[in-house]
Every structure is written in C-alpha cells, then in structure tokens.
C-alpha cells in the first residue's frame, strides 16, 4: 500500500517566519489532502490537492504528481498555526482508504 | 455546507463493555471510513464500508470491531469487548465519489474521544 513521509517531524518557528513542510508518497494517488489538527484533536482541512498548487490566505499547497510529493507552505506564521500538521493520501485500491502520515508537529513562538 | 458529525464528543466505558460510536456522513457521500489515533500517534485506517458492506478494513478491524448503516444516515461502529488499547480518538469520514468533483476527498467528522479504563 501507499506509504507517506512528512517532514520534518518538528519545526520551531518565531511569529512572523515562513515554513515549508513536505510530505513523499510512494506511490500514484487520487487523493492528497493536508490537515491541521487542533488543540481539540479535530482535523481541520486545509486542502484537497492531488495536483496543482492552490492557495488559502497565508496557505499555500503544491502537489507534483508525477513526483509523488507535496508541499505545505505557511507564510507570517502566527502563533495559532501551532499544532500537527498531517498530509493524507489515498489511491486506487478498493475502498480508497486514505493513509496518514506521522505528521509535523509545529510550534510558532511569540 | 454541509458536515460529518459524530456523537457523542466524549465517551468513557470500563474495559469489556460494549460500545457504539456514532456518525452522520454526508448525504449524498456513497464511501464511509472509520479511522482512529492513539494520543499522540498518527491518525489509522481501520475500515471502509460501501455499498452495505464493508470494502477493506486493516489489521486493527478485528472480530472485536463491526461496522453498520442501520438506515440511511447513520453509520456506526461497535467495539465489543472494549480494552485499555482501544483508548483514543474515533474519526468518521465520507466521500462522495458520484462523478462530481472533487470526488476522491474525504470529509472528516470531529472526532469521538473513547477513554477505557
């Protein structure tokens, strides 16, 4: 099955940094997505991006397919960008299940 | 727009109950998932269920675990005899895969925290 890699697995950031984080994917997908989980534990979505780039106020995400990796890009982070930060991907077997990676923890310093 | 909810936000049980967590998909969503995350662990596939059966499930979906849409618009897990590893947070997805994009992207509920003890 497909297999995802974040990275890095820790970042400390000063408010007002940039950061990109990056997840691999082994393998041909259907469905790439980026969450936020926040101090609740729920998952916010930040974008469904199997391809392309698109961008969400100070978010921004870039898909290369054909390379089978994805980039989270956050600019003039603010502390409340803190929390995991989790690429999912998901292919074409039965069921479409979606795989997670183990996630980028990020801490914005005030 | 409309959501997955889950119920309830909370749930605790006493090792070997029997416990139902609950959710709402997405009307018109065809695929449902049950997911899972151990405190401070990655989030886990456990199964997925379409077309009234179940279309793959993990290594986790033991005997222990079943799955059920008992009419058309709840879609629920039972773990039967719970144990203290069962202890994390539950999500519930669904996907629409009708044709219309963006077709293959999962819509996750807010969680169902389960604490065994």
């Known amino acids: 099955g497909i297999q995802v890699e974040q990275s890095p697995p820790d970042l400390i950031l000063q408010e007002g940094a940039n950061s990109t984080l990056r997840c691999n994917f082994s393998?041909?997908?259907?469905?790439l997505q980026w969450f936020h989980q926040n101090p609740w534990g729920q998952l916010i979505n930040l974008f469904y991006i199997p391809s392309g780039t698109k961008q969400n106020g100070r978010l921004s995400a870039t898909t290369v397919a054909t390379e089978r990796y994805s980039l989270l890009y956050i600019s003039s982070s603010q502390t409340t960008d803190s929390g995991v930060y989790f690429c999912a991907a998901g292919g074409f077997t039965g069921g479409f299940k979606t795989i997670f990676g183990a996630g980028t923890r990020l801490f914005v310093k005030a | 727009e409309p959501e997955v909810t889950q119920t309830p936000s909370h749930q605790v049980t006493q090792m070997g109950q029997e416990v139902i967590l609950r959710c709402v998909p997405i009307s018109n969503h065809l695929y449902f998932y049950w997911y899972r995350q151990i405190l401070g662990q990655k989030v886990e596939f456990l199964v997925s269920f379409y077309n009234n059966e179940i279309s793959e499930k993990s290594e986790i979906f033991d005997d222990q675990f079943s799955v059920e849409r008992p009419d058309g618009s709840n879609f629920t897990l039972k773990i039967r005899s719970t144990k203290l590893e069962d202890s994390a947070m539950y999500f519930c997805a669904s996907r629409r895969d009708d044709g219309g994009p963006p077709y293959n992207e999962q819509f996750f509920g807010p969680g169902t925290r389960l604490t065994v003890l």
């Open positions: 393998d041909s997908v259907n469905n």
